[in-house]
């Protein structure tokens, strides 16, 4: 009985949208932010970002909105309109929090411990948000959405083949006691999606 339950689907309303969206975004820059602050990366697209922000001048936000084109083009080839439009929406609004972030809030000191496990752990949760209500921030989490759905593979581990090789090209960059901390972080935002989005669950 309680399994039927679990796979009953619920269609969201206008305003679940919106409101669950606006915290996966918040939850999601939340923890860009906090894994910027001692120059640690992540896995996925947020990863993607972190590490070329880390390599080059150009502000995080931007550097976003530039790696997600080509994933974006793909969620519309295969996620649909309404999933691609979402995903956009989610680009830009991380795009203007990233560039608000820094007037709103500063930290002084923070250790690379809870720099990893909290911003790790915040961006999944916003991944979670996000894939609930038919969106996502874009990157390999499109194609891991579609896998899932498709072939039934948990998207969380699916990500975690993807940030594998990501690690693999920071390595060659980064610091080895960054790169450990920034390892730590994966694994946080990895486990999120692992432990809690289960096929049919967080649709709608």
Do not use: C
Not at 7 to 25: E, F, P
Not at 144 to 162: R, V
């Amino acid at each position: 009985m309680s399994d039927n339950l679990s796979n009953i689907k619920h269609q969201h309303s206008h305003y679940d949208d919106v409101y669950g969206i606006a915290l996966g975004v918040m939850f999601f820059a939340l923890g860009l932010y906090v894994l910027h602050f001692p120059g640690l990366i992540t896995g996925g697209v947020a990863g993607m970002a972190l590490l070329i922000s880390w390599l080059t001048p150009i502000h995080i936000g931007y550097i976003f909105i530039i790696v997600n084109i080509p994933f974006i083009a793909f969620s519309m080839w295969k996620m649909g309109l309404a999933f691609t439009l979402k995903t956009v929406i989610v680009n830009l609004l991380l795009m203007g929090s990233s560039l608000a972030l820094p007037h709103l809030i500063t930290f002084q000191n923070m250790s690379p411990l809870l720099s990893a496990v909290a911003g790790g752990t915040m961006i999944g949760v916003g991944i979670l948000f996000l894939a609930r209500h038919n969106a996502s921030a874009g990157g390999t989490v499109v194609l891991t959405l579609w896998i899932q759905k498709k072939f039934g593979i948990n998207a969380g581990k699916t990500q975690m083949l993807f940030d594998t090789a990501l690690f693999v090209i920071a390595a060659i960059k980064m610091p080895a006691h960054l790169l450990l901390w920034s390892l730590l972080s994966g694994i946080a935002m990895n486990g999120m999606i692992i432990a809690w989005h289960k096929p049919g669950r967080y649709e709608g």
